[in-house]
């Protein structure tokens, strides 16, 4: 008799026919080792489609797989492969060990909620208010429309701001109230680096909000005035520079 032959104790398989771990198969190995994988893996997506998460928030979804991976014990094993349909609702998980692969399907519970930031947005609070109102010189002139038009680009262009200085992490509102639009904010330090950086003076005012828990929550408003050139006279009319202006 040349070298020794394995049989595996459970399914009666030879070494010459798959392979092994050990004294049994690598199958069964696998079989028995203590792999815990979630029955169910709750997945919540934001009702404003931005995030998604299973134990944090991203807006990527590859981020995603890490976390699934943190719910799968499987000491000793290898986790080849993980991989997440959001539609079908299934996360699949490729274990494996020597040559010996196993699949394992986890259904996932999909909910639409709310990400951090939207339902820190729809419980109100906002860290601060930008004022955008017109300066006093274009409230003399009777021109409304430019009024509403000069207040509605300002306002514009600081929400434009906001998204780029915060890449999208950043709740903002605009509501349209007399003399002008006021423009909430989730973030004040972001807000305070773009109107600085847009040269945009302003007053600032903090104010005690709420007290939640013995937590003080302040909202700081910033008052911005739209500035404002007299038109020429007709006749020596001249396009007007609107960032010359705007950029004081
Ligand atoms: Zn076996
Ligand atoms: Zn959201």
Redesign the pocket.
């Known amino acids: 008799m040349g070298i020794k032959e394995k049989i ?1 104790p ?2 009666g ?1 030879s070494d010459k026919e798959v392979t092994f771990h050990g004294f ?2 690598s ?2 190995f696998l079989a028995t080792k203590k792999i815990k994988v979630p029955s169910s893996i709750m997945v919540q997506i934001c009702k404003y489609g931005d995030k998604m998460q299973i134990n944090a928030w991203t807006n990527n979804p590859d981020d995603l797989l890490p976390q699934v991976k943190r719910l799968i014990k499987a000491k000793g094993i290898e986790i080849t492969h993980i991989d997440i349909d959001l539609e079908k609702a299934v996360a699949e998980v490729e274990l494996s060990v020597d040559d010996e692969k196993i699949r394992k399907f986890i259904p996932l519970d999909v909910r639409r909620t709310l990400c951090d930031l939207h339902a820190r947005a729809t419980r109100g609070y906002y860290e601060s208010i930008i004022q955008v109102r017109m300066s006093e010189d274009l409230e003399r002139t009777e021109d409304k429309e430019l009024i509403a038009s000069k207040i509605q680009r300002t306002a514009d262009r600081i929400t434009v701001m906001l998204q780029q200085e915060e890449r999208g992490e950043i709740y903002i509102r605009q509501d349209r109230v007399r003399g002008g639009i006021d423009v909430y904010t989730s973030s004040t330090a972001a807000t305070f680096r773009v109107l600085s950086a847009l040269g945009i003076r302003n007053n600032i005012s903090r104010k005690l909000w709420t007290q939640k828990k013995g937590k003080q929550l302040f909202r700081t408003t910033f008052l911005v005035r739209v500035p404002y050139k007299a038109p020429k006279k007709p006749g020596q009319e001249e396009p007007e520079n609107e960032s010359a202006e705007e950029e004081q």
């Open positions: 595996c459970i399914c398989r049994i198969c199958e069964d």
